[in-house]
T-cell receptor, first 114, second 111 residues
Framework: EAQVTQNPRYLITVTGKKLTVTCSQN?????MSWYRQDPGLGLRQIYY???????DKGDVPEGYKVSRKEKRNFPLILESPSPNQTSLYFC?????????????FGQGTRLTVV | GQQLNQSPQSMFIQEGEDVSMNCTSS?????WLWYKQEPGEGPVLLIA?????ELTSNGRLTAQFGITRKDSFLNISASIPSDVGIYFC???????????FGAGTRLFVKA
């Protein structure tokens, strides 16, 4: 089954404790991206990757890092989480980021930073 | 960062009614997308629009790419309870690697 898998689904952590949210897709997609969803703001793009070792900032990259060492994985790293990073996070992948825009989303990771 | 203006924010309707929602932007997009998100799930693509003026249907859903390329609307006809969810518009510029989402329209359908 074609899918995007995020882990964990729920995470509560403390300020400053480094964490990684994993994202994996089994569709051999080139393009992957991370979003955060906050009430009243919709989804805002954090980072995206057009292929292995190619990443770029989205609209809200501050406080986040990503890496794309393999095509299927695109982890989101919070080196020093802060309470304003409490949010619902989605990973998405698509064949390309261009006109072929059917993006498949993971089920989300709800992060709480206390 | 740039955002799309999506309206209305929420709608409470009776089963069987038609629904209309729209998105506007101050800048031009080359692609408009409409997604639906159900509770506990990620967004799912409903309709993609690639040309100004394009009108596309997917079952009871119809979406149009505005001729100015700065707006798009989504209509749902004869709503049913399973239409409940949050509907997002999204736009892509030339090159299409950055996706901008609207804030969403939360739809409630009363049986």
């Amino acid at each position: 089954e074609a899918q995007v898998t995020q882990n964990p689904r729920y995470l509560i952590t403390v300020t400053g404790k480094k964490l990684t949210v994993t994202c994996s897709q089994n569709m051999n997609h080139e393009y992957m991206s991370w979003y955060r969803q906050d009430p009243g703001l919709g989804l805002r793009q954090i980072y995206y990757s057009m292929n292995v070792e190619v990443t770029d900032k989205g609209d809200v990259p501050e406080g986040y890092k990503v890496s794309r060492k393999e095509k299927r994985n695109f982890p989101l790293i919070l080196e020093s989480p802060s309470p304003n990073q409490t949010s619902l996070y989605f990973c998405a992948s698509s064949v390309t980021g261009g006109l072929n825009t059917e993006a498949f989303f993971g089920q989300g990771t709800r992060l709480t930073v206390v | 960062g740039q955002q799309l203006n999506q309206s209305p924010q929420s709608m409470f309707i009776q089963e069987g009614e038609d629904v209309s929602m729209n998105c506007t932007s101050s800048s031009i997009f080359n692609t408009w997308l409409w997604y639906k998100q159900e509770p506990g799930e990620g967004p799912v693509l409903l309709i993609a629009l690639y040309k100004a003026g394009e009108l596309t249907s997917n079952g009871r859903l119809t979406a149009q790419f505005g001729i100015t390329r700065k707006d798009s609307f989504l209509n749902i006809s004869a709503s049913i309870p399973s239409d409940v969810g949050i509907y997002f518009c999204a736009g892509l510029h030339t090159g299409g690697f950055k996706t901008i989402f609207g804030a969403g329209t939360r739809l409630f359908v009363k049986a």
